[in-house]
């Protein structure tokens, strides 16, 4: 990667939970996901489940609160798995899905291999998970 402080195995950003800071990110994780030689609907797949979660954070997390706790993307590549961990300190927003609103979570687990979600009353982890049948090169 030429992006300096891109590490092309594993990088972590955190930034305010706001939607100019979502959008940065967005392309930071793709140029990222590009530059591991993968196939591109992989990469657009990570691009859009990696902006759905950051987009999450940054409508839900705070809604309770007059503060902003900010939210850190950690992206990590091991040989065939490449994972996008997205988390916030704020409260769970249980999903209240309706005809065109609140499915980001299940778009989320429909691009990926795995998504896990852990919320407690310290904020929310969601784990993103892509497995290749070929490992990526960095």
Do not use: C
Not at 21 to 33: D, E, I, Y
Not at 76 to 86: A, F, G, M, N, R
């Amino acid at each position: 990667m030429d992006e300096p402080g891109l590490d092309p195995d594993r990088w972590t950003h955190t930034s305010p939970a706001v939607p100019d800071a979502a959008t940065t990110l967005r392309r930071r994780v793709r140029k990222w996901a590009t530059g591991l030689k993968v196939a591109d609907s992989v990469v657009d797949a990570i691009e859009l489940a990696s902006y759905e979660a950051l987009a999450n954070v940054v409508e839900h997390a705070y809604a309770r609160s007059e503060s902003n706790g900010g939210m850190t993307l950690t992206a990590t590549h091991e040989s065939h798995v490449l994972t996008v961990t997205v988390s916030d300190t704020g409260t769970w927003q249980p999903p209240t899905p309706t005809p065109d609103r609140s499915h980001g979570l299940a778009l989320i687990e429909a691009v990926s291999d795995n998504l896990d979600v852990d919320n407690t009353d310290d904020g929310t982890v969601v784990t993103i998970v892509w497995s290749l049948s070929e490992p990526a090169s960095s």
